[in-house]
T-cell receptor, first 112, second 109 residues
Framework: GVTQSPTHLIKTRGQQVTLRCSSQ?????VSWYQQALGQGPQFIFQYYREEENGRGNFPPRFSGLQFPNDSSELNVNALELDDSALYLC?????????????FGPGTRLTVT | AQRVTQPEKLLSVFKGAPVELKCNYS??????LFWYVQYSRQRLQLLLRHISRESIKGFTADLNKGETSFHLKKPFAQEEDSAMYYCALSGRDDYKLSFGAGTTVTVRA
């Protein structure tokens, strides 16, 4: 299945953070979501065959990478307090939201 | 802009009673609707999608384009149905999946 690391992370405002995800084998697409407390997941961006092919309403300081070995990263620069959230990655068999998303357990980021 | 609204944050029903979770959406194109579920201490997973038109764990959902709704229903709730349910929307050629805020369902014995 989809795995994510680390499970929890505490950072200070202004710092940078890298979150990691390992997709389900055979999936060529990974999407990242931010889930604030009491809210549904919000789409950050999607990577298909190592290229970003769609982005939600998030600033450029949110960036990502997808590697050929089923792994991917979410990088957030200049952390703000509002970045505190659960970050979910999801892999799928194809690009597009209509493909079933297979979610990881999430990384809980706290920004102080 | 696409938007998914789940008007109920919390829903409590007795075991054996019917349960209905409401979902309304706005989307300018041809929508594809989904229900995702998260059971306690488990990860988010797909429950059902409107194009499959199948019943999963006794749940069904009908897409009503006139009312822009995709309500989830089960005639007889079970305790194992207690979970967080999210309605989600995408377009046929859209990369983005948009979620509602979710409804927590508690089924009481």
């Amino acid at each position: 299945g989809v795995t994510q690391s680390p499970t929890h992370l505490i950072k200070t405002r202004g710092q940078q953070v890298t979150l990691r995800c390992s997709s389900q084998s055979g999936h060529n697409t990974v999407s990242w979501y931010q889930q604030a407390l009491g809210q549904g997941p919000q789409f950050i961006f999607q990577y298909y065959r190592e290229e970003e092919n769609g982005r939600g309403n998030f600033p450029p300081r949110f960036s990502g990478l997808q590697f050929p070995n089923d792994s991917s990263e979410l990088n957030v620069n200049a952390l703000e307090l509002d970045d505190s959230a659960l970050y979910l990655c999801a892999s799928s068999l194809g690009s597009g939201g209509s493909y079933e998303q297979y979610f990881g357990p999430g990384t809980r980021l706290t920004v102080t | 802009a696409q938007r998914v609204t789940q008007p109920e944050k919390l829903l409590s029903v007795f075991k054996g009673a019917p349960v209905e979770l409401k979902c309304n959406y706005s989307y300018s194109g041809s929508p594809e609707l989904f229900w995702y579920v998260q059971y306690s201490r488990q990860r988010l997973q797909l429950l059902l999608r409107h194009i499959s038109r199948e019943s999963i764990k006794g749940f069904t959902a009908d897409l009503n384009k006139g009312e822009t709704s995709f309500h989830l229903k089960k005639p007889f709730a079970q305790e194992e149905d207690s979970a967080m349910y999210y309605c989600a929307l995408s377009g046929r050629d859209d990369y983005k999946l948009s979620f509602g805020a979710g409804t927590t369902v508690t089924v009481r014995a």
